[in-house]
């Protein structure tokens, strides 16, 4: 984006005249501004790209979000100030602070007291007027049936290059095995009963359903404030606690890993499946992520990418190194249930 476009929507929105603009973040499906105003505030302005991957508008789904978080009484959050839908553009407060580049003592217990507030406001009168988060998976029937479409979406993938070939060749044979073995097991956990029925609407919960440290800025009082709410919405608490124990950006200790468990676990107690279902879904959302990694065999994705970031410079290194991601995180659940459940 050009200064003259962001300079256009702050003039059009707020009536202020911009003084500088800075690029402050490098996002995977998104680009984010600094903008200072002749009046002195300060300004995060924010162009989204596409849809997400179930058709969700990331620019609505977000300023749904935020609005109805400030609304609820959650400070530790950007604020919405304007939204202009024909620029998929929105503009917020400035956070001021800095990346989280390491995990300190208090920063699990600032995130489980964020999912502890967004529980409470599930129950707000206006939180039926949120929709479902970005591919939210209400029973375990669901959770396999988005393994499978994403599965077929890269086996479709032409096998161009040795490169292509190897990753065919893992999702025919590992990955396959995996998925036929945790589908199982999952299955003769929870019962034919469970598996395909919805979750009762008591036990989901508001979620940001992206939450980690890679979405957290730690202000200059050493607090933590979260942004990127594009995939917002009702979620199953369970998809949530996995999400956050396996995204990739994260680098958990096994004391990280406990600490937030137990806590999620307590902020859940009234769910007395939880800990079965963390046990039989945790295995299919570490399937769920290794695919995620392949996205870049994908040019639709490379394009998003482009959006947001520039095209990498080597594309071939990039989808190797993700297809090395993946391989691993096929052992990821096994770490995380061998920590929390010894006798696993």
Not at 181 to 197: C, H, M, R
Not at 219 to 241: C, M
Request: charged share 25%.
């Amino acid at each position: 984006m050009g200064q003259s476009e962001i300079e256009q929507l702050v003039h059009n929105s707020l009536r202020k005249k911009v003084l500088s603009t800075k690029r402050i973040y490098a996002g995977r499906n998104s680009k984010v501004y600094k903008v200072l105003c002749e009046s002195g505030e300060t300004y995060a302005v924010k162009f989204y790209t596409q849809l997400t991957a179930d058709g969700l508008s990331r620019l609505e789904q977000e300023w749904a979000a935020i609005s109805f978080m400030t609304q609820s009484g959650i400070e530790n959050i950007p604020a919405p100030v304007a939204i202009d839908s024909s620029k998929q553009a929105a503009i917020y407060t400035f956070i001021n602070g800095t990346p989280v580049d390491r995990i300190k003592d208090n920063d699990i217990h600032e995130v489980l007291t964020f999912l502890k507030k967004l529980k409470k406001s599930s129950a707000n009168e206006k939180a039926p007027n949120i929709s479902s988060a970005a591919e939210a998976f209400f029973s375990p029937a669901e959770v396999v049936e988005n393994i499978y479409k994403r599965l077929n979406i890269l086996t479709a993938l032409p096998g161009e290059d040795e490169l292509f070939r190897e990753m065919h060749l893992f999702l025919e044979k590992d990955f396959s095995e995996e998925l036929e073995k945790s589908t199982t097991f999952a299955k003769s956990q929870l019962g034919i009963e469970t598996w395909n029925s919805p979750l009762p609407e008591e036990l989901r919960t508001l979620s940001p359903s992206d939450l980690g440290f890679h979405n957290a800025l730690r202000t200059s009082h050493n607090n933590l404030y979260f942004v990127d709410f594009e995939y917002f919405g009702w979620d199953d608490p369970v998809k949530t606690a996995s999400d956050f124990l396996l995204h990739p950006a994260m680098n958990l200790t096994e004391t990280d890993i406990k600490t937030f468990y137990d806590g999620i676990s307590e902020i859940f107690r009234n769910d007395k499946n939880f800990e079965i279902r963390f046990k039989s879904l945790l295995p299919l959302f570490r399937l769920k992520w290794s695919l995620i990694l392949l996205n870049e065999f994908s040019n639709k994705t490379l394009k998003r990418r482009a959006f947001a970031s520039g095209t990498p410079d080597n594309v071939q290194s990039l989808r190797k190194a993700q297809l090395e991601k993946a391989k691993l995180f096929l052992a990821k659940d096994k770490k995380i249930l061998n920590t929390l459940f010894e006798t696993y």
